[in-house]
């Protein structure tokens, strides 16, 4: 399975970015598909999940500013980020889970938040 990540990039403090995420080449289909993001000296962690019945989950600190959503048709999840501060700053991976227990990471998109 191969995760194209796109939308990653430069904005300033407050301002908004979109990031999308195609999947291709499975066998079988995704039940799973998510954001995770790791910055600087950090270690990895979750930023939002999406089921394919569209049940999201998102981490605490991206609650009421951060949306996935999901087009099963496409295979593509998406992440709209509201409300961007430098602690967004991080390099943002799209991760893919299949029914059969698969696991596929993208290659990963910078996110800079920085005036």
């Known amino acids: 399975v191969q995760l194209q990540a796109s939308g990653g990039g430069l904005v300033q403090p407050g301002g908004s970015l979109g990031l999308s995420c195609a999947a291709s080449?499975?066998?079988?289909?995704?039940?799973?598909m998510g954001w995770y993001r790791q910055a600087p000296g950090k270690q990895r962690e979750l930023v939002a999940t999406i089921t394919r019945d569209d049940r999201s989950n998102y981490a605490d600190s991206v609650k009421g500013r951060f949306t996935i959503s999901r087009d099963n048709a496409k295979n593509t999840v998406y992440l709209q980020m509201n409300s961007l501060g430098p602690e967004d700053t991080a390099v943002y991976y799209c991760n893919a889970v299949t029914y059969i227990g698969q696991f596929y990471w993208g290659q990963g998109t910078q996110v800079t938040v920085s005036s």
């Open positions: 080449g499975s066998r079988f289909s995704i039940r799973v």
